[in-house]
């Protein structure tokens, strides 16, 4: 079965510090995409970052990078220098090769002034 | 504006009476999903569409129709709605032509659907 598991529901960060929120992954595919999803308050889903589960480096996004452990199927964010506005549901998300999606439970991560 | 946009934002309604939601995207997308998101259980997809006239079922499709005859909408029909189709619903697309091999998902504001 594919699964998507992110096991810290709520997860806080001082403004300025940096925090890391996990996912891990399974799937027997070999060709598959992961991504970060946002949603703010506003309900929107906003795109944050995504790995090609191919490539070996790290993607990064300005303040906001992944670490990505295909053996282990760890896909974890960074965000460096947190911002309020960074406050918001977190979603990690697997695609497969079939385009078929499969969304974790989500982190809401609040960062404190 | 590139966007994707569903109607209604917001909907109460009574069990059994059938209701749909219409998804719309003006980016010229092939693929379409929809997607219901439920507290503690994040996003599950109810269906996926490659193209117009193809459809395939995602990991959360009873209780759901939906269709694909143009390739701008991709309506959700719920032909007898029952409580537990209480939900927040998103409509996604995405491009799947060469050079968009992130094929990255645009997802529409959501409709909020209360069924009592």
């Known amino acids: 079965a594919q699964t998507v598991t992110q096991s810290q529901p709520e997860m806080s960060v001082q403004e300025a510090e940096t925090v890391t929120l996990s996912c891990t992954y399974d799937?027997?595919?070999?060709?598959?995409?992961l991504f970060w999803y946002k949603q703010p308050p506003s309900r929107q889903m906003i795109l944050v970052i995504r790995q090609e589960a191919y490539k070996q480096q790290n993607a990064t996004e300005n303040r906001f990078s992944v670490n990505f452990q295909k053996a282990a199927k760890s896909f974890s964010l960074k965000i460096s220098d947190s911002q309020l506005g960074d406050t918001a549901m977190y979603f990690c998300a697997l695609r497969r090769g079939t385009y078929k999606y499969i969304f974790g439970t989500g982190t809401r991560l609040k960062v404190l002034a | 504006e590139a966007q994707v946009t569903q109607n209604p934002r917001y909907l109460i309604t009574v069990t059994g009476k059938k209701l749909t939601v219409t998804c719309s995207q003006n980016m010229n997308h092939e693929y379409m999903s929809w997607y219901r998101q439920d507290p503690g259980l994040g996003l599950r997809q109810i269906y996926y569409s490659m193209n117009v006239e193809v459809t395939d079922k995602g990991d959360v499709p009873e209780g759901y129709k939906v269709s694909r005859k143009e390739k701008r909408n991709f309506p959700l029909i719920l032909e007898s709605p029952s409580p537990n189709q209480t939900s927040l619903y998103f409509c996604?697309?995405?491009?799947?032509?060469?050079?968009?091999?992130?094929?990255?998902?645009?997802f529409g504001p959501g409709t909020r659907l209360t069924v009592l």
């Open positions: 799937t027997s595919e070999n060709n598959y995409y």
């Open positions: 996604a697309s995405s491009s799947l032509g060469a050079g968009s091999s992130y094929n990255e998902q645009f």
